[in-house]
């Protein structure tokens, strides 16, 4: 059978200009056990295709995540024909998305259109397939939904469409489940093939870095974070594969760089030393950022290590300058060790975001205050801070148990303290107040190393 590995338009800048992994691992997966297996990124062929390129720079975020608004303002600027015809032209038998929380309303309209007109097989998975979210997908005529890691799985759906571990599926007209199926051993993994994607990327620009991973999951457990139960167990690539990889994928695409997925940056600081060694030893070259935790173990000789190495680029995720939300939202570290990997970083040469949370719940007035002095102690070593409102991902501890964090849930986005404290309003109000200091302070500008 052949497959088409879809990756679906989500609205995101983050997301547009980074290339999507898990079609492009899922495409060698397929081909490496003999299956032919194509990949296209819907998202930035959209874009590039479509005029109304303000879908993809911010402006409309929630408005592709919230049902209502994603009918009302940004299906009417989308072109399903088009994108359809560029699904049908690959005649696949199996039509696999991958989905974010921002794509499903998108991709549950093209599953709708493709079950309508054809016999294809459409496959769901990606993060934005959950246990309690799937009924709507097979409402759609959607013949499978794949949960948290996906080669196994769609392996086994590619040799015999029936139901399997990881999956669920409609038997008798109700929703069956095969069971849990174990984590993989990503050292056997072949490497990414980013053959279908790669000159849609450098359509839009010629200097376009291909993303990567060093390991799948992540050591810490954040209440608001939503990883951890994705990936089930946190895995650590040898540094060995990792840099097998590099090699390869600088000789196949002749790319000067890369920019790591992860959420964090290895599992030990150990681990770290020895993949950077590894690239200044094989002479690689390449530059390369990541999202990543402002572990105490982040020294000014690591990070000097690590520039060397190529490092240009950390997006650290602080989330709030009070010591008592940190310790709320289980962050595990200490906003004096923060503030420190902050200024080294900056005083290695690597350039620095800082992501922060806005009226998670139990925030005080007092805390967003010292948010906002975190941000104004820090400004001088920090190229861009990007704030934003607190949600629910619907596998977080906070949207799992929302009785313990004094939570009332409508939505993953639309949800309110129990004493009202922190709601939909709240939250505007303090984005607004400061984003205006941000403008103040030179320190909204989106930039990347890329």
């Known amino acids: 059978m052949k497959t088409l590995l879809v990756y679906s338009p989500c609205g995101s800048y983050n997301q547009t200009f980074h290339m999507p992994l898990g079609i492009c691992a899922l495409k060698s997966y397929l081909e490496k056990n003999g299956y032919k297996a194509n990949a296209i990124d819907l998202n930035i062929k959209t874009f590039l295709e479509n005029e109304n390129k303000n879908l993809w720079d911010g402006k409309y975020p929630m408005d592709w995540f919230i049902e209502k608004s994603f009918y009302k303002k940004v299906l009417p600027l989308l072109d399903i024909e088009k994108m359809l015809n560029h699904l049908l032209s690959f005649d696949a038998d199996i039509i696999g998305f991958s989905i974010n929380l921002a794509s499903i309303h998108i991709s549950l309209i093209l599953a709708e259109q493709i079950k ?11 993060v934005g397939c959950y246990e309690g979210g799937i009924e709507k997908y097979f409402q759609a005529g959607v013949d499978a939904v794949v949960i948290g890691e996906g080669e196994g799985a769609l392996l086994e759906l590619v040799q015999d469409f029936n139901l399997c571990q990881g999956v669920y599926m409609l038997q008798n007209d109700k929703i069956v489940y095969g069971g849990d199926r174990e984590p993989i051993n990503i050292d056997n993994l072949p490497f990414h093939n980013f053959d279908d994607i790669i000159d849609d990327y450098r359509t839009l620009n010629p200097d376009a870095y291909v993303s990567f991973n060093f390991l799948r999951g992540c050591p810490n457990r954040c209440v608001f974070c939503d990883e951890s139960a994705f990936w089930k167990k946190v895995r650590q690539r040898s540094p060995e594969n990792i840099i097998n990889e590099l090699i390869h994928i600088k000789s196949k695409y002749n790319v000067k760089g890369f920019f790591k ?6 599992v030990s600081a150990d681990v770290l030393d020895r993949i950077c060694d590894l690239m200044i030893e094989n002479n690689l070259n390449l530059v390369w950022g990541s999202q990543a935790r402002p572990e105490k173990w982040l020294t000014p000789e690591r990070l000097k290590k690590m520039y060397k190495a190529g490092y240009r680029y950390s997006l650290y995720g602080a989330e709030s300058g009070s010591q008592k939300i940190i310790e709320k939202m289980k962050k595990n570290f200490d906003l004096k060790d923060v503030e420190r990997v902050i200024r080294d970083t900056k005083n290695a040469g690597i350039d620095v975001t800082i992501s922060l949370i806005l009226d998670s719940p139990g925030e005080t007035l007092l805390d967003y205050i010292k948010t906002i002095m975190f941000v104004l102690r820090t400004k001088k070593y920090v190229s861009v801070f990007s704030p934003n409102k607190a949600n629910l991902p ?8 929302p009785s313990k964090y004094s939570i009332v849930v409508k939505h993953f986005y639309k ?4 004493n009202y404290m922190n709601n939909p309003y709240s939250a505007g109000i303090k984005m607004f107040i400061l984003n205006f200091i941000l403008i103040i302070i030179g320190r909204t500008s989106r930039r990347t190393f890329l």
């Open 394 to 401: 619907p596998r977080s501890e906070w949207y799992g148990n």
């Open 116 to 126: 309508k007109t054809t016999d294809k097989k459409v496959v769901f998975g990606g």
């Open 415 to 418: 949800w309110h303290s129990k």
């Open 261 to 266: 997925a992860d959420s964090t940056l290895t």
